[in-house]
């Protein structure tokens, strides 16, 4: 395959990297994302570090496990006076309750409550229609390979983000 010419110093692009159209669209897909997070939120006094907290929460919950502020902190890369805020004003709205949890009841679990799934679903529930009738026009074979590509990009982006993060770029 013949390097494309583009935007890369002295006009050519590495054969390893993607093809820019695809990337292209992955951004403009993430900024799209993005925005529709920004709009679901405020419309509900609720902040993207809010949702994504949510997103967490639900992910961890759903895969059985206890789901402690300190996880909230490492996956939302936040800081610890951050993360008790953020935790703060989940609970103040309604969305997640403080447990004890272990032997001694020193470790806390956030779950979410039933207001959360509630409002998530009524925040969501008008992108997850949309994008369906989307997949709609799309074969069982060619949503398989979309998945794919999807899950690869994932996997991408978080062996070059620590990559990055190693090399202190």
Same mark, same amino acid.
């Given at each position: 395959?013949?390097?494309?010419? @583009?935007?890369?110093?002295?006009? $050519? #692009?590495? $054969?390893?990297?993607?093809p820019? %159209? ?6 403009? +897909?993430?900024?799209e994302?993005?925005?529709y997070? %920004?709009?679901?939120?405020? *419309? ?6 809010d949702?994504?907290a ?6 961890? !919950?759903?895969? @059985? #496990? ?8 490492n996956e939302?890369r ?5 993360? =008790?805020? &953020?935790? %703060? #004003?989940?609970?103040?709205? @309604?969305h997640?309750?403080?447990? *004890?949890? @272990? =032997?001694? #009841?020193?470790?806390?679990? &956030?779950?979410? =409550?039933?207001?959360?799934?509630r409002?998530? !679903?009524?925040? +969501? ?11 709609g026009?799309? !074969?069982?074979?060619e949503?398989d390979?979309v *998945? *794919? +590509?999807? !899950?690869?990009?994932? $996997? ?7 990559? =990055? ?5």
């Amino acid at each position: 395959m013949a390097a494309a010419s @583009g935007p890369h110093p002295g006009g $050519e #692009r590495p $054969e390893t990297a993607a093809p820019q %159209d695809l990337v292209r669209l992955l951004q403009d +897909f993430t900024l799209e994302a993005n925005h529709y997070v %920004d709009a679901a939120g405020g *419309r509900n006094d609720m902040h993207r570090t809010d949702l994504n907290a949510l997103a967490v929460i639900m992910r961890h !919950s759903a895969a @059985g #496990r206890v789901v402690t502020p300190g996880i909230l902190r490492n996956e939302l890369r936040l800081s610890s006076p951050a993360t =008790t805020a &953020l935790v %703060d #004003r989940l609970h103040a709205s @309604g969305h997640v309750v403080r447990e *004890r949890v @272990g =032997t001694d #009841r020193r470790q806390i679990q &956030l779950v979410m =409550t039933p207001k959360a799934y509630r409002d998530g !679903s009524a925040m +969501f529930m008008p992108l997850a229609v949309r994008m369906g009738q989307a997949m709609g026009a799309y !074969s069982a074979d060619e949503l398989d390979v979309v *998945r *794919r +590509f999807m !899950s690869d990009m994932i $996997e991408a982006t978080i062996a070059a983000r620590t990559e =990055t993060a190693e090399n202190g770029n």
